[in-house]
């Protein structure tokens, strides 16, 4: 069964920091670009930031740019989204999601396999 899974969520002071990994079974996450998406209560699915096969190159929404991260160990199978300074804003259900980037980093349709979410509440 090909899955992606994240992992880390919880609960963060505003101004606080988190990590979020992001990992497979069933296929290698080094195959591919890993997109990360979130979505806040009552509102789309936006994408939050992406990185490419290498990990030499990654691409962020404007609102997380340098409070966010995004990083890869591929001889572990593992992203990571590394939260910083984070938000009250920031609230939401964050996903991981495994494709190719030529399509577009925040682009849902070039994305092949998503997780299901794990959830990151930003309050103090």
């Known amino acids: 069964q090909l899955q992606v899974v994240e992992s880390g969520g919880g609960l963060v002071q505003p101004g606080g920091s988190l990590r979020l990994s992001c990992t497979s079974s069933?296929?290698?996450?080094?195959?591919?670009?890993i997109g990360w998406f979130r979505r806040a209560p009552g509102k789309e699915r936006e994408g939050v930031g992406c990185?490419?096969?290498?990990?030499?190159?990654?691409n962020y929404v404007d609102s997380v740019q340098g409070r966010f991260t995004i990083s890869r160990d591929n001889a572990d199978n593992k992203v990571y989204l590394q939260m910083n300074s984070t938000r009250p804003e920031d609230t939401a259900l964050y996903y991981c999601?495994?494709?190719?980037?030529?399509?577009?980093?925040?682009?849902?349709?070039?994305?092949?396999?998503w997780g299901r979410g794990t959830q990151v509440t930003v309050s103090s």
């Open positions: 990185i490419n096969r290498n990990g030499d190159s990654t």
């Open positions: 999601a495994a494709g190719l980037m030529d399509r577009g980093c925040f682009a849902e349709a070039a994305y092949y396999y």
């Open positions: 069933g296929f290698s996450l080094r195959l591919y670009d």
